[in-house]
C-alpha cells in the first residue's frame, strides 16, 4: 500500500501544468519546472537536458521564409531546415559580396536597360550598377520591407512611376531608371547624392545636406561608385575589344 501511494504522489507531481515558454526565435518550449535554464539553444551553448525535458518546437520565420524541424525533437541541440530560394537569399549574397571582384553582368536584360536608359537620357552604366547593387539581377527578389524586382521598387514608388508589374523585369527597369533620372535631376548631376536619394529617400539627403549618415546608405552608395566604375571600364574594353 505504501508503495502504491508513492508511485501515485509522483504521477501527479509528473502530471503537474508545465510552464510554457514562448522565445525570441518563435520556438515553443515546455518542460519541467527548473529545466527550463537546462534547454540550449544554440551550439555554443549546448549542455545536457534533463532527460525528462518536453521540447516541442513549431515553425518560425527568418525573412519571411518557413523553417522547421529536420525531424521530431528528442534532444538540443537539434537541427533545423529552413526552405529557402533565390528569390529570398540575394539580399544576404549583397551584403558579402566584394563589389571590387564580384563578377559583372554585362549581358543581362540589355535591351530593357539600353531602351530605359535612352528614353531617360542615362549612362547604361549606372542602371546597371543600380540593378546590380539593388537586386543582383534578381528578377524576382523582394525584401522584408516590400521593395521588388530588378530595381528594388517599394509599393509607393512603382505605383506613383505607374509600374504595375513590379516583377516584370520592362517595366521594373522602365520604373527604376525614370526614378533615378529624377534624382539626378533634383541633384544637379551628382551620383553620389542621387544613390543615397535612391537608398534612403530624397527628403533625408536634404535634410543632411548630403549623403545621411546611415550605414546602410554609406555602403549603398560605395557599392553603387564601384560597380559603376567598373561597368564603364568593362563597357570601355568591350568597345575597344
Not at 522547421?68 to 540575394?90: E, G
Amino acid at each position: 500500500m505504501h508503495l502504491f501511494f508513492a508511485l501515485f504522489r509522483g504521477l501527479l507531481a509528473w502530471i503537474r501544468p508545465w510552464p510554457v515558454r514562448v522565445l525570441s526565435t518563435g520556438l515553443v518550449v515546455m518542460a519541467p519546472l527548473g529545466s527550463l535554464a537546462q534547454i540550449p539553444l544554440t551550439k555554443a551553448a549546448a549542455r545536457p537536458v534533463s532527460p525528462q525535458a518536453l521540447i516541442k518546437v513549431h515553425a518560425y520565420t527568418e525573412g519571411g521564409v518557413a523553417v522547421f524541424p529536420v525531424r521530431d525533437i528528442t534532444r538540443n541541440p537539434h537541427v533545423m531546415q529552413r526552405y529557402a530560394c533565390d528569390a529570398c537569399d540575394w539580399a544576404p549574397r549583397l551584403e558579402r559580396a566584394d563589389w571590387r571582384t564580384t563578377p559583372l553582368f554585362q549581358r543581362e536584360y540589355a535591351k530593357e536597360i539600353n531602351a530605359a536608359a535612352r528614353r531617360y537620357q542615362l549612362d547604361p552604366a549606372l542602371v546597371r550598377a543600380v540593378i546590380h547593387a539593388e537586386s543582383s539581377f534578381n528578377a524576382g527578389a523582394r525584401s522584408p520591407k516590400g521593395a521588388r524586382g530588378l530595381m528594388q521598387l517599394m509599393p509607393a514608388t512603382a505605383r506613383a512611376l505607374g509600374v504595375r508589374r513590379p516583377h516584370d523585369p520592362r517595366e521594373n527597369i522602365d520604373g527604376g531608371a525614370r526614378y533615378l533620372a529624377e534624382m539626378l535631376a533634383r541633384f544637379r548631376n551628382d551620383v553620389s547624392l542621387a544613390a543615397a536619394a535612391y537608398n534612403a529617400g530624397p527628403q533625408a539627403v536634404q535634410a543632411y545636406a548630403g549623403v545621411p549618415p546611415y550605414d546602410e546608405t554609406r555602403a549603398y552608395v560605395q557599392r553603387v561608385r564601384v560597380l559603376l566604375y567598373r561597368y564603364r571600364r568593362a563597357a570601355q574594353l568591350d568597345w575597344q575589344g
